[in-house]
């Protein structure tokens, strides 16, 4: 082979390289964004998605036939439920405030200074905010 020939297919598995990187790259970092925006929304919706899988088996029950709701103590009405008492929903949105308002600034603080281009960070941030 030409020495010239040589040159233009390593260029070429090179660039196929290239590709091949950037594109593991790219599956990676957005793997780890997903994973980020999942952790900072988890952070601040923990207090509400026990309420939500409490509502949704009462809603559950509810819906059941009339002996389950008879042997289930679950089967009375939301309204009833300890947990749904106006207390403790202003306890839970306390919680969910406190973490808007703690938590995410955090958050947000820290990624600043790891991401010092405001573009790369306007496109990070834009999910969460």
């Not at 938590?103 to 790891?114: G, S």
Request: proline share 5%; hydrophobic share 40%; net charge positive.
């Amino acid at each position: 082979m030409h020495p010239s020939q040589q040159i233009c297919e390593f260029s070429r598995s090179c660039k196929g390289l290239k590709i091949g990187f950037g594109l593991e790259l790219e599956k990676s970092l957005k793997t780890t964004c997903e994973e980020f925006i999942m952790s900072v929304t988890k952070l601040v919706v923990e207090p509400l998605l026990s309420f939500v899988t409490k509502v949704t088996a009462v809603k559950v029950a509810l819906s059941g036939s009339q002996n389950q709701k008879l042997e289930s103590g679950i089967a009375k009405p939301l309204k009833d439920h300890a947990f749904a008492s106006p207390e403790k929903i202003a306890e839970l949105l306390q919680k969910v405030g406190t973490a808007i308002d703690e938590a995410l600034p955090r958050v947000l603080a820290k990624m600043r200074l790891y991401l010092q281009n405001s573009s790369t960070r306007a496109i990070l941030f834009k999910p969460i905010k």
